[in-house]
């Protein structure tokens, strides 16, 4: 937004107030003061915080406040959706105030913690700044607490062992009700390169999934003039085991194969953020997706991760939510509103989950408060990123969670209570 | 229960309309008013009626009645749980909810006109003033738009009476909405450009549609099968922002 010039808000003062009277001065807009009642209360829901991830064994660092453009840059973070605050130091060189933790921490680990036991479980709390509109519960500077959970074995227990973590930090936080989603970046990413868009309707295509707008994305899978009529590459035409036979059918033969694909992987982008709840909800997905495993075996690996993230949380004695958003098997029973409170959160898939971080590469999560329109944790996995920052290739995932949302979703429980 | 904020004023009735023939809100307890008789209809309609908050029993639908421009900052807010606004509206304003379904009311189109003397007939005119004063209530979209196609431009904000701008020699020209395009005639104006089709949306909060998924599915699956489908030109250019 343009800010007001300066003579204008001279002028507006005083009219507002008498003439050359001194106007008390403001902090400027999205940072704020934190005063002795709200300090204390961040203070205390810090402790509880700190506690609990190093009971589950993660151990605080601190980066700095800036970092050279590049480590955001690897990350993907100062592309023009992102606004960051950027600066130059006196050698001409761009800084950028943080706009998130994890890029940091995954420099971190690429450099000073190259040489450290793996896996490096970390946790922070830090201020982290965006220059975006003040909207809904987050001004530009907004604190953040997190971990992430770097190098080793490439596993599903990485995932759950975040994903309990969470939920087990969400609780200890005081929220009783509560849901995390969990979605899949590189399912997303699969479905939408069958769909075999140009480029730029491509990513219109993930944007649209991002953004939630079901409208531009129904009219982006509706546009069938789009559709591919020749095989683009010769990777991408013959279909595992079948030869393609000779001559000038071949091509046709294997093009109007791909134009089917290419049709059906259409039809099931625009069915992807339907696909929400347990186990079942799963199983109807994969039923719809077999078609493309061969073409996409990303597809399958996907879903069999989901389905083992599934299965653990519910071992690790977390509820699972069916499609209708309740605790799947005990449902018709309990009343919302009842004292018997699930102690533990509700864990399902959404299979439509973007998050607007584009270094995801697998799991992805969303954790909320029903009765909040607002999402207060966010994360995932992110197997590039270190690679990208100079490291050597490691899996790695993680979450954080927003402070000033989590203590309005407090306030809220504790009134509704 | 669902809160649905609904904007005031030009899409209304037909919003009214659309839920009722869906069977979202009884007959008896929301009578429209009829613009015929300048909305003052009998039986006290929506848009008569002071209060601002209306329940359906039979549905279970509260409905909140906004000023349309404020729609979306309910809705990103939690406050409504679902809201109705143009596309104009949702450009203009990039509020962070999910656009659930094209309704298919409202519908008209945003332009960019010019006096019909000034001899201009495109943007790449070279007559075209430079740099190309233009009055709108769509600062955002406006700028975006004339970038994109390389104009250089000054743009003027106004909150209403865009058209009569040029005539006044305010400015050069206007991007504004057109149904019928008679307001355009009436005040000499001339179509030079399309800016974007418009029509009615039903947005929700992202996270409340997720919490609240089996009644907005419900609603939505009603409100579906009522829509005014018709498809408009260039229905593909909603990404423009």
Known sequence: MRSVPSADSDSLRHSLWDAGATGRLQTPTGVRDVLPAEARARRQLEAVIRETFAEAGYEEVETPICEYEEVFAAAGLVEDSWQVYRFFDREGRTLVLRPDMTAPIARLAATRLAGAARPLRLSYIGDVFRYEEVHAGRQRQFRQAGVERIGGERSVEADLEVLALAGRLLWRCGLERFRIDVGHAQLVQELVAAGQWPEREGKAVRRALRERNYVLLAELAGERSALPVEPQSPATSPPAGRLPPAGTTASLGTSAATAATASLARELVLELPRWRGGFEVLAAARARLEPLFVQRPGLAAALDELEQILAGAKAAGMQLYDRHGDPGGDRGGSSPGSHAMPSTPLVGVDLGLVRDLSYYTGPVLEGFVPDLGLVLLTGGRYDRLVEQLGGRPEPATGFAVGLERLMLARERASASR | ?241
Request: charged share 25%.
């Open chain 2, 1 to 241: 229960m669902l809160t649905i904020a609904l904007p005031k004023g030009r899409v209304l009735e037909a919003a009214t309309a659309l839920f009722r023939e869906a069977g979202l809100v009884a007959p008896e307890s929301a009578p429209v008013a009829d613009s015929s008789t300048g909305g003052a209809a009998k039986g006290g309609t929506w848009e008569d009626s002071r209060r601002l908050i209306l329940e359906d029993s039979a549905s279970g639908l509260r409905f909140l009645l906004a000023k349309p421009w404020d729609v979306p900052t309910y809705v990103e807010y939690g406050a409504a749980d679902l809201g109705l606004a143009g596309k104009d509206v949702l450009l203009e304003r990039g509020k962070a909810v999910a656009e659930l379904l094209d309704l298919g009311i409202g519908r008209c189109r945003m332009v960019c006109a010019v006096p019909g003397d000034s001899g201009v007939t495109a943007l790449t005119d070279e007559m075209l003033p430079f740099p190309f004063r233009v009055a709108t209530k769509y600062p955002r979209i406006t700028r975006t738009f004339l970038e994109h196609h390389g104009v250089a431009a000054e743009i003027i904000n106004l909150q209403g009476s865009v058209e009569v701008a040029p005539l006044v020699g305010l400015a050069d020209g206007i991007v504004d909405l057109t149904e019928t395009g008679r307001t355009l005639r009436e005040n000499g104006l001339r179509v030079i450009a399309e800016v974007l089709p418009v029509t009615t949306r039903l947005i929700a909060n992202p996270v409340l549609h997720k919490a609240k998924q089996e009644e907005v599915d419900r609603l939505l699956e009603r409100l579906e099968q009522v829509r005014a489908v018709r498809p408009g030109p260039g229905a593909g250019r909603t990404d423009l922002v």
